[in-house]
């Protein structure tokens, strides 16, 4: 346990995760539990960077963190809590803002992106420091790896330079973390715009799978995933609706993307869609299956989470205090 090299990664609760955060990121998450010592967290604090209604806010908490466990994360091997359950992230927090430049943030592209047509009076300042509260996540462990998609490249390199600047200003404190940007990478596409992202945001509905679909929507969706008329099952740029299917058919079963297009030859999209359906679903049931007990069974998710808070508090408290005592603040 101890030489293990520490793994910490977080996501918004925006309630059931989607096939692309399932394939993309969570299937990953439960790959690496033995092997490394991992911290999953549902960063609710970063969630309320922008307007949340707070019952979606308690509902979409529980709902991520159903899914992280009903995808095979074992809370027993690794620390699942709830940011806001630990308070040292926002102790930490304030002592990095208090290190980290107003330049430096706002050069941040997703802030940009998010703030583009908002006037500055109608921006909260949360959402500008909002990659400092990141770093604090991060450093209160020191982590080793932090698994991202490319999206959170920008704010792991703030977090290094701010680690940095801290250990530089004070003395070595904090592990400067790495990303871990899984290689395979292929992200996992719209189903109705295969050059953007799989999002729940998309205002498409077809757009998407979340795991919680039920299991005639899937379907449907699948029919209705946009691929092109050249009606022949082949892996290239030019058919990036098919590319993207295929993507997801060989992520779930193994199988390289060369098998899944000779297993296709002379059929055509409706088979290899109808099959794709088949091969979600066998996926997704089984964790579908999970998530409903756990939300059933509300008490049992809140050992888990209290369980996660206690294990994550005790590691973060170390850190916190040595900050503390190296920014001249008095001990009570
Ligand atoms: N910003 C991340 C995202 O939107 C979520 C996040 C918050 C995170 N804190 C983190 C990810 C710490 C990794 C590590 O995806």
């Known amino acids: 346990m101890e030489n293990k090299k520490v793994i910490f990664s977080g996501m918004q609760p925006s309630g059931s ?8 990121a969570l299937k990953n998450w439960v790959k690496l539990q033995s092997e490394y010592d991992c911290y ?8 309320i960077t922008v307007p949340k209604e707070p019952k979606d806010l308690r509902k979409n908490t529980l709902e991520v963190l159903a899914n992280y466990i009903a995808a095979g994360l074992d809370p027993k091997q690794v620390t699942l809590f709830i940011q806001s359950h630990v308070s040292a992230h926002a102790e930490l927090g304030w002592v990095l803002n208090c290190l980290t430049y107003f330049g430096e943030l706002g050069r941040m592209t997703q802030f940009k992106d998010k703030t583009k047509r908002l006037e500055s009076s109608s921006i909260p300042a949360g959402l500008f420091t909002y990659p400092v509260l990141m770093a604090a996540d991060i ?16 704010h792991l390199e703030i977090t290094r330079d701010i680690a940095q600047r801290f250990n530089n200003r004070y003395s070595e404190t904090f592990k400067v973390p790495e990303a871990f940007i899984s290689k395979d ?7 109705q715009d295969p050059s953007s992202k799989m999002s729940k945001s998309d205002s498409h509905e077809n757009a998407f799978i979340i795991l919680m679909d039920d299991l005639d929507t899937i379907r449907r969706k699948l029919k209705r995933a946009v691929t092109d008329s050249e009606g022949v099952v082949r892996f290239n740029d ?13 992520k779930i079963t193994d199988k390289t993307t060369d098998e899944i297009v000779a297993s296709y030859e002379g059929k055509g999209y409706a088979q290899f869609k109808d099959d794709l359906a088949e091969v979600i679903i066998g996926e997704v049931r089984p964790i579908q299956e999970r998530i409903d007990y756990l939300l059933k069974n509300k008490d049992y998710l809140q050992e888990i989470y209290s369980y996660g808070a206690e294990k994550a508090e005790a590691a973060a408290r170390k850190t916190l205090r040595k900050v ?5 603040f008095i001990p009570k």
Do not use: W
Request: proline share 4%; glycine share 10%.
């Open 185 to 191: 990478g292929a992200k996992i596409m719209s189903l």
């Open 139 to 154: 450093l209160l462990y020191q982590a080793d790896l932090v698994p991202v998609g490319e999206d959170q490249r920008q």
């Open 40 to 47: 999953y967290c549902v960063v609710d604090m970063h969630a």
């Open 17 to 24: 995760l989607t096939l692309g955060n399932y394939l993309g």
């Open 238 to 250: 030019d058919q990036p609706g098919v590319k993207n299917l295929i993507n997801i058919y060989s």
């Open 324 to 328: 503390y005592k190296k920014v001249g």
